[in-house]
């Protein structure tokens, strides 16, 4: 098996299923599944412009509809490939699908939490109101913009492409900050609550090299009431 992120897993197998997270329920982080090969792009809560100024239009139209759908598109693929490996029993075209569907997987659950991690800041978006959440930021990292520090410390740490990470470890029931690799997702025990994409696609026709630049803005549109949302889920 392998793990996918969000303490679920892709199962791999005739009755291959993923665990793909709801983006129409802005306050739950309830779980869609769908039948092997059929994954769908998910649409967006908010216009390709509605990030403006923080991220432009062209970067979001680009990231949403074409790399976001590239891995819907490869995992579909490599699900189906996997299923006809299985049928003739090829082994060995087994073991080569499983990295192309870790990778589009995580693709895919990782860009699904991403967008819903945005928010325009004309409709809250950048704004960590009082609750349980914040409450916890200030406790464990002494307040928003230490926490910000923090996560851009280890964003900017990330040599070649990969997410930053503001996860909740379930066992302990804390925050933490972690990165992961290319598209790998988290996996249990942690819980993503806040996810940031430093692929060049994320930032690039924007910011071009300059990394700092990104994170400063992104910061604007960050969904504070999607964490608080995902929080709650994951300390309950």
């Known amino acids: 098996m392998f793990k996918t992120g969000i303490t ?9 299923n993923l665990r793909t997270p709801n983006l129409g329920a802005s306050r739950s982080t309830s779980f869609l599944t769908f039948n092997r090969g059929n994954h769908t792009l998910p649409n967006l809560p908010y216009a390709y412009n509605a990030l403006e100024p923080a991220i432009s239009e062209q970067i979001m139209e680009l990231h ?3 790399h976001h759908a590239a891995y819907v598109n490869g995992l579909n693929a490599a699900e189906e490939a996997y299923a006809s490996a299985l049928k003739s029993n090829d082994a060995l075209k087994q073991i080569e699908l499983q990295a192309q ?3 589009n997987g995580g693709g895919h659950i990782n860009h699904s939490l991403f967008w819903k991690n945005l928010q325009p800041e004309k409709s809250g978006g950048g704004q960590l109101k009082d609750g349980a959440f914040a409450k916890a930021v200030q406790e464990q990292y002494g307040g928003l913009e230490k926490l910000k520090a923090n996560m851009n410390a280890a964003a900017m740490g990330i040599q070649g492409s990969g997410w930053a990470w503001l996860a909740v470890n379930i066992k302990e029931k804390k925050l933490t900050i972690t990165s992961t690799g290319n598209q790998d997702p988290l996996t249990a025990p942690l819980v993503p609550i806040i996810g940031i994409d430093m692929w060049e696609h994320a930032f ?5 090299n300059r990394k700092a630049d990104y994170l400063t803005n992104i910061w604007k549109v960050i969904n504070f009431e999607e964490a608080e949302a995902r929080y709650k ?3 309950a």
């Open 204 to 208: 690039y026709l924007q910011h071009q």
């Open 64 to 66: 949403h509809s074409k």
């Open 233 to 235: 889920s994951a300390t």
């Open 101 to 103: 569907i870790k990778f």
């Open 8 to 16: 679920k897993s892709v199962r791999i197998g005739s009755s291959l």
